[in-house]
T-cell receptor, first 114, second 116 residues
């Protein structure tokens, strides 16, 4: 089942913060976050594991609430380069193993203006 | 290679023709995935390879779609008798699963397929 992302779109001024949420109705093993710029390949940002810690990459961080099966991506002091479409990909455990098959949300379009 | 390479980058084909899309994964990556991205949509899983085997083909939308992988490396996605609804960007990804647990997938830039 496809995870639900919110909001669908965000417009920011450079330096502002944003939060993107990803919710699943299924029990998850991990959540992967990617950013895709127009016409380019999705670029990996971070992975959140069941029972794992909050992750951080420069000014982007993310958390995973296992009780709610929800992950949030936090973009702090946004830069122009943060513009793009953000996708969460969810992974379910398959019989005690996981092989990386992801079910992606519909994406959140982030636009950062000067 | 340095990254996942896909060819062609763009393909325009007439309805009813067959097309082949190619993916060269990162060297040493045993896991390979195909996804499809329709305009303004998220990525839709098609098929997963581990080596040359495809243990999960659950996302292939119809029997017109098939894929193979040879030598544990290059993969080809074939669409027979293309339809207009097949128009999309087809993305390939590879990873070091299962040798490295919980590692990420690296995506190619995709093949934009347009069926006219």
């Amino acid at each position: 089942q496809q995870p639900v992302q919110s909001p669908q779109a965000v417009i920011l001024r450079e330096g502002e913060d944003a939060v993107i949420n990803c919710s699943s109705s299924k029990a998850l093993y991990s959540v992967h976050w990617y950013r895709q710029k127009h016409g380019e390949a999705p670029v990996f940002l971070m992975i959140l594991l069941k029972g794992g810690e909050q992750m951080r990459h420069e000014k982007i961080s993310a958390s995973f609430n296992e009780k709610k099966q929800q992950s949030s991506l936090y973009l702090t002091a946004s830069q122009l380069s943060y513009s793009g479409t953000y996708f969460c990909g969810t992974e379910m455990e398959a019989g005690g193993t996981s092989y990386g098959k992801l079910t992606f949300g519909q994406g959140t379009i982030l636009t950062v203006h000067p | 290679g340095a990254g996942v390479s896909q060819s062609p980058s763009n393909k325009v084909t007439e309805k009813g023709k067959d097309v082949e899309l190619r993916c060269d994964p990162i060297s040493g990556h045993t896991a390979l995935y195909w996804y499809r991205q329709s305009l303004g949509q998220g990525l839709e899983f098609l098929i997963y390879f581990q080596g040359n085997s495809a243990p999960d083909k659950s996302g292939l939308p119809s029997d017109r779609f098939s894929a193979e992988r040879t030598g544990g490396s290059v993969s080809t996605l074939t669409i027979q008798r293309t339809q207009q609804e097949d128009s999309a960007v087809y993305l390939c990804a590879s990873s070091l699963r299962p040798q490295q647990k919980n590692t990420e997938a690296f995506f190619g830039q995709g093949t934009r397929l347009t069926v006219v």
